[in-house]
């Protein structure tokens, strides 16, 4: 089943933080004025609205350079695992009041080994953070809860200035990607982490691990700089409705049902092709406008345009180019789990007599080999081909047949 973070997660100013004052239903990044339409965490800061982990200042505020406590972001993290912290009534923090918004959630950070503390009795919760401290917090939420991020792996160039006792987390959290750098490549480690630093780290965790919806507002509501886009969009949409209305989509799948169903939606919607096999201009079969509006693209283009469909039905989905090989594909986080390749290229348009008669073994098999990569791979190494692997007493015969 799909994971959906649930609980209402809250970075705010004043201490009395209560549950009930941070959601807000249907909010719009757009409502906040001192968001600027290009503020370089607006994407993020508008996912975290839709899916409840945020809320404003005021009904026009998000305060972005506001600066956020220990207790708060300790209370995020709870939050947003929807952490049942009902049990935790003591704790061992004398500067953390059990009975206060954030008391429970530290105590839970601190029995899942989360959080330890700036000594065995000291917690500091209003202290502010800083991004090394929140980047501890999160590799260890990662580590003690299990979670599997999808890698996104950048270099922090001012690494050498982080603490000693934060390396580790700090080069975990640089493998996935999960805290924000600035335009020279800087993590700032001892910075305190302010509102907008803390939306885009909390959501670059959720999305890669899978938790979480993308809003139809960033896809019907974006600004469009051509007609062309216009089209996209409401094809997307449609594209959307129709797989609802057929039954080929249901609220009963789970996330990799629905991304084989749209996967699938390739093979009798679209062809392989550029400008020179179709009366099209190029930049279109290398856009998601050639392969969903006119149904002919290049790998580039079907690969935005199964990313395009993704998004909207809100599953968690990469467009991943590859110049060497002048190729592209998609990376997919599905109920929790990364698929690092799913290859649209190679399905569209096989139902339009591209594989001949074999077309529905050819087709089973791209579906085993993206979407159940350890099954396809051990099927490939029986040399079974696709079917089950091989049992252990037809490894032996086949090995005893060898000598």
Request: aromatic content about 12%.
């Amino acid at each position: 089943m799909k994971k959906l973070i649930s609980g209402v997660l809250a970075l705010v100013l004043a201490l009395s933080l209560v549950p009930s004052a941070f959601a807000v239903e249907g909010a719009s990044v757009d409502k906040f004025t001192d968001v600027p339409a290009d503020a370089w965490y607006r994407d993020e800061l508008a996912y975290a609205l839709h899916n409840g982990y945020i809320s404003g200042t005021s009904e026009t505020t998000f305060a972005p350079d506001a600066l956020v406590t220990r207790g708060q972001f300790v209370t995020i993290l709870g939050r947003m695992v929807n952490a049942d912290v009902s049990q935790f009534k003591t704790t061992q923090f004398e500067d953390v009041n059990i009975t206060s918004w954030y008391g429970p959630y530290v105590e839970w950070a601190r029995s899942t080994g989360i959080v330890n503390g700036v000594s065995s009795k000291q917690f500091a919760p209003d202290n502010k953070i800083t991004v090394e401290q929140m980047g501890v917090m999160v590799s260890n939420c990662i580590n003690k809860l299990g979670l599997s991020p999808a890698a996104d792996s950048v270099v922090y160039n001012d690494m050498a200035t982080v603490s000693t006792w934060a390396t580790f987390s700090m080069w975990e959290v640089a493998g996935y990607n999960l805290l924000p750098v600035d335009a020279a490549g800087n993590v700032n480690p001892h910075k305190q982490a302010t509102r907008a630093d803390c939306a885009v780290s909390l959501v670059r965790l959720a999305k890669s691990s899978g938790y979480g919806v993308v809003p139809p507002t960033v896809i019907e509501n974006q600004t469009l700089p051509n007609e062309y886009e216009k089209a996209v969009v409401a094809k997307v949409k449609a594209i959307h409705d129709e797989m609802w209305a057929s039954g080929k989509v249901t609220s009963s799948m789970t996330e990799k049902e629905k991304a084989i169903a749209y996967y699938m939606w390739f093979t009798s919607n679209c062809q392989y092709g550029d400008e020179t096999d179709y009366d099209m201009e190029a930049w279109m079969a290398h856009n998601e406008y050639g392969p969903l509006v006119i149904g002919h693209g290049v790998c580039e283009g079907l690969s935005k345009a199964y990313k395009r469909l993704l998004d909207y039905e809100g599953i968690y989905c990469e467009f991943i180019p590859v110049l060497e090989r002048n190729h592209a594909y998609n990376a997919v986080t599905l109920d929790g789990v990364y698929y690092k390749e799913v290859d649209v290229t190679s399905i569209a348009g096989t139902q339009w007599g591209g594989k001949g008669p074999d077309m529905s073994v050819y087709i089973n098999e791209r579906i085993k080999q993206y979407f159940y990569p350890d099954e396809y791979r051990k099927e490939q190494e029986s040399g079974k081909g696709f079917g089950e692997p091989l049992t252990e007493e037809e490894i032996q015969q086949l090995i005893d047949s060898l000598n």
